[in-house]
């Protein structure tokens, strides 16, 4: 696509075009610093590239094109929102979450100060005309996860029409009923919005597609138990946050053959970073695009990153659906139970979590955990304090960190993890 095609596409979604210039600017400056002046990258690592390269312009095209032949474009912001409906509606689902400060001036108009930069941020990229994801939407999907999402969508609502499904906070059998006829609710309104009839074959064939996408993760995830570490944190992390964009079939295709290039690296024993680097799993709040700032660090101060337990890493891939039912009914359940096992911090009691983590150190051979909460985010701060006891008691130091989408903390945050990551030397 030439620049003026790029620009009168921007130009229809309503864009503020001067914003969005600058905004692209940054961000591929910032690209090329985290991602592009790595060594010893994949091949593999091409797709990615490209992907982000086209993030707002190639991907845009076929949003665009696909509406034009009819299918709709469902935005949400959270794993709870099951994506097999949507597929199963012939509609095409995208993350919106936000990793960037641009526009969270703006969102201070709509919820307090001290709210969670992701949170300000899906605000902020909605009334500062910046997300073309958002601008794509036919029906945009929130959830009542914690409080400061909950209260959100109740203004973001008045900016632009929010559907919002009622995810329960606890884990008990008549939780597991009320999201049962949450799921089925939603299935309702996306039949409403794309004018199409859910079918047990077709939802059967979404279940298929997301669990494909979901191993190709998952074999990921167990490469990266290798040592030397096959692939960067930072490449792998954008590999997830791409997962949330990109046309599922072609992106478990291109992670395959990923992986299969992460296979014969590590039969030739040939890494991102030699044996015996310090080997760290990241935990907690999700790290949408382009929050690249901790990685960064953390790869920046001698340690390599080996798996991400949040939304944005194992949380979403771990758990299949299970694919044997044939009834709607059937498919249902499957779909209650799986998204059940979701180990959000915004249930109570949230036990499994503590065990999720201790395994996935123990399957991908950390040598220390750091847990990520965003300032402001009550349920990942509380239990930050909980996984620090549990990893206390394995005998894996944990080095726990608060922060937001600004730059003003690198400094500090790079004298804390090279300190962190020294002990463990
Ligand atoms: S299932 S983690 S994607 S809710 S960081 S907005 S919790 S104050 S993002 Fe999440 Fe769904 Fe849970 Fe995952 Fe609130 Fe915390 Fe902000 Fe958060």
Redesign the pocket.
């Known amino acids: 696509m030439s620049d003026s095609e790029h620009r009168e596409m921007w130009e229809k979604l309503d864009l503020d075009l001067n914003a969005h210039d600058a905004l692209l600017e940054v961000l591929g400056k910032f690209y090329g610093d985290i991602f592009l002046s790595q060594d010893n990258r994949l091949k593999g690592a091409e797709y990615l590239d490209f992907v982000l390269s086209e993030v707002h312009g190639l991907r845009i095209k076929e949003l665009q094109d696909a509406k034009s032949q009819g299918r709709k474009v469902v935005g949400s912001?959270?794993?709870?929102v099951p994506e097999e409906i949507t597929l199963a509606a012939d509609a095409i689902h995208v993350g919106l979450?936000a990793g960037a400060e641009a526009g969270s001036d703006l969102a201070e108009q709509l919820v307090p100060r001290n709210t969670?930069a992701?949170?300000k941020s899906f605000i902020g990229f909605k009334l500062a005309k910046l997300c073309p994801y958002i601008e794509s939407s036919d029906l945009i999907v929130g959830?009542t996860?914690?409080d400061?999402?909950k209260k959100a969508y109740e203004a973001f609502n008045d900016v632009t029409p929010t559907y919002v499904m009622e995810v329960p906070q606890t884990k008990t059998k008549a939780a597991r009923e009320l999201w049962r006829t949450e799921i089925l609710r939603y299935m309702a309104e996306v039949e409403k919005v794309t004018g199409k009839t859910i079918t047990a074959d077709k939802l059967k064939q979404g279940i298929k597609t997301l669990n494909n996408r979901r191993r190709a993760l998952q074999r990921l995830t167990a490469l990266r138990g290798s040592d030397p570490a096959p692939i960067s944190g930072r490449d792998a992390l954008l590999i997830n946050q791409i997962s949330f964009y990109d046309d599922p079939e072609r992106f478990t295709a291109k992670i395959n053959e990923l992986c299969d290039e992460l296979e014969a690296r590590i039969a030739e024993k040939q890494g991102v970073a030699p044996a015996k680097t310090p080997r760290l799993l990241i935990t907690g709040?999700?790290m949408a695009v382009p929050n690249w700032k901790l990685p960064f660090v953390i790869e920046g101060s001698g340690a390599v990153i080996v798996g991400e337990e949040?939304?944005i890493g194992t949380?979403s891939s771990r758990d299949l659906v299970d694919e044997s039912g044939e009834t709607m009914d059937e498919l249902i359940d499957a779909l209650a139970d799986r998204y059940m096992k979701?180990d959000?911090?915004?249930f109570t009691p949230n036990d499994e979590r503590q065990d999720n983590i201790a395994d996935l150190a123990e399957r991908v051979n950390a040598d220390g955990v750091i847990h990520y909460s965003?300032l402001?985010?009550?349920?990942?701060s509380h239990e930050a304090l909980k996984v620090d006891r549990t990893m206390q008691s394995k005998g894996i130091p944990m080095l726990s960190i608060e922060t937001d989408y600004s730059m003003e903390d690198v400094e500090q945050l790079k004298t804390r993890v090279e300190a962190f990551v020294e002990t463990l030397g």
Do not use: D, H, M, W
Request: proline share 7%; aromatic share 14%; with cysteine.
């Open positions: 912001f959270c794993v709870f979450c969670c992701l949170i959830e996860t914690c400061g999402k709040c999700p949040s939304c949380r979701i959000c911090a915004c965003l402001f985010c009550q349920p990942y």
